[in-house]
């Protein structure tokens, strides 16, 4: 029995709660991970984890075995990495998710100087919003848009984004433009569906100490920024989206601002990946990217 790989089959399994999870995301089959774990026990003469038809869960000794290997794999990462990091260049297939708007307006654009300095690494984009659990679906780090409440995960922020209201001239036009906050159910508006909870997000506002949110019955509701931009283009009405979404639009002249001087709510861009003392090379080396590509443009600063 290698011990070191038992140990890593086992803490995996704990992790992500199943044999053909923990076997996907170590690229081992299940049997695989199902004879290291009972090689395991064997060796220690304990039962480490309880098998029922519907679920795996770990016992008693299972979990103080867990804290010890999680420790001591961990500890063997670090080892690993003070001796290769400086001479191993970042390779092999990098699994990232962020927003779609964020990675097609400003990440995607970047891509050619970033992969030629690494001509090793092999990048998975993947794009949306929806929530995701890192470790069973092999992904390394996530970007996401708010506040974070995954305890399990390292969350490091890397920039500001800001809303802005704003509609088509034509709309504009024909209805008359906002004056306040309050004006806007007397418009057409559209809302949007945030992709984690599933609720239409209130409209939010604020100018000095005053403060003023707003629940509206708007004709429309989306839950993707594109097809948010789309339908104010599209005269359907007003619309409070991303500014990096946005600016393109704002600086052609096909969507003109409203509320200017009303500050709506500001959300943290973060990039987000497994808690651990040793981020991987290539990890490593996209998370410090993408953090400079953002604090480097004016759109993702706090306003």
Same mark, same amino acid.
């Given at each position: ?35 290291? +774990? ?7 003469? /304990? ?6 038809? !519907?679920?795996?869960?770990?016992? &008693? ?6 804290? !010890?290997?999680?420790?001591? @794999?961990?500890?063997? =990462? ?8 400086? !001479? ?13 708007? *964020? ?5 995607? &654009?970047? @891509? ?7 001509? =090793? #690494? ?11 659990? *890192? ?6 780090? /996530?970007?996401? #848009? ?6 399990? *995960? ?17 709309? #504009?036009?024909?209805?008359?433009? &906002? ?19 599933? !609720? ?28 948010? +931009? ?17 600016? &393109? ?17 500001? *959300? ?10 040793? #981020? ?13 590509? @953002? ?9």
């Amino acid at each position: 029995m290698d011990r070191m790989l038992a140990m890593q089959a086992f803490a995996r399994v704990v992790e992500v709660g199943g044999f053909t999870k923990a076997g996907d995301s170590l690229q081992l089959s299940k049997t695989t991970v199902s004879d290291l +774990v009972q090689s395991l026990e064997k060796h220690l003469g /304990v039962r480490l984890l309880q098998r029922t038809t !519907r679920r795996v869960t770990v016992t &008693p000794d299972g979990a103080a075995f867990y804290q !010890r290997c999680a420790l001591i @794999l961990s500890d063997l =990462d670090e080892a690993e990495a003070s001796v290769m990091q400086a !001479r191993v260049a970042p390779k092999g297939r990098l699994r990232v998710d962020m927003p779609g708007a *964020l990675a097609r307006l400003f990440v995607i &654009p970047q @891509l050619p100087p970033f992969l030629a300095r690494y001509p =090793d #690494l092999r990048l998975e984009l993947g794009m949306g919003l929806r929530p995701v659990h *890192l470790l069973e679906e092999g992904i390394d780090c /996530v970007v996401r #848009l708010g506040m974070q409440s995954d305890s399990s *995960l390292v969350s490091r922020r890397i920039g500001t984004m800001s809303f802005v209201c704003c509609a088509s001239p034509a709309y #504009l036009r024909e209805h008359g433009t &906002p004056r306040r906050p309050e004006d806007l159910p007397a418009h057409r508006c559209v809302n949007y569906v945030s992709n984690r909870t599933g !609720r239409v997000m209130d409209w939010e506002f604020a100018r000095g100490g005053q403060k003023v949110q707003l629940t509206l019955d708007g004709v429309l509701a989306v839950n993707d920024h594109d097809a948010y +931009v789309v339908a104010a283009l599209m005269n359907f009405g007003i619309v409070k989206v991303a500014n990096y979404v946005a600016q &393109p639009y704002l600086e052609s002249g096909q969507l003109t601002e409203v509320l200017a001087d009303w500050t709506a709510e500001q *959300l943290p861009i973060a990039v987000l990946y497994p808690q651990s003392r040793h #981020l991987s090379a290539k990890v490593r080396v996209f998370v410090d990217w993408v953090s400079e590509l @953002l604090q480097q443009d004016p759109v993702f600063q706090t306003r």
